[in-house]
């Protein structure tokens, strides 16, 4: 039941973005134990960027929402490197608490500006 309410939830967003301009959106995964960040082009559906706890040294005791925070710090920092700031955040369905707020946060953070 939870799921076909994300799966509603991520269509109607992708909806909205891939009719709009093409830009980068940063999108997220969460799994229960682990969260992944990566930025995508929309115009080809290609990964430029990614992030995710292995980028992460010492993150290894750290509460799951302080490694979304410094997965969100370290993908903006990849990001920047390569050139890009500013983004759409893409939850994938998710709602916006915990770890995806987290993440968001320390994208924010880190640079980047959605």
Do not use: W
Not at 15 to 26: N, T
Not at 72 to 81: E, H, S, T, W
Not at 105 to 114: K, P, Q, S, T, V
């Amino acid at each position: 039941m939870d799921s076909d309410a994300r799966a509603r939830r991520k269509k109607a967003f992708r909806a909205k973005i891939i009719g709009s301009e093409p830009q980068l959106r940063l999108n997220v995964f969460r799994s229960s134990k682990h969260i992944y960040a990566a930025l995508i082009d929309n115009r080809v559906g290609k990964t430029l960027v990614s992030a995710s706890e292995k980028d992460i040294k010492g993150s290894v005791g750290l509460p799951k929402t302080e490694k979304a925070f410094l997965v969100g710090k370290a993908i903006a920092a990849k990001a920047l490197k390569k050139g890009f700031k500013e983004v759409i955040f893409d939850r994938a369905g998710y709602l916006y608490h915990g770890r995806v707020k987290r993440l968001a946060e320390g994208a924010r953070e880190g640079g980047l500006e959605f």
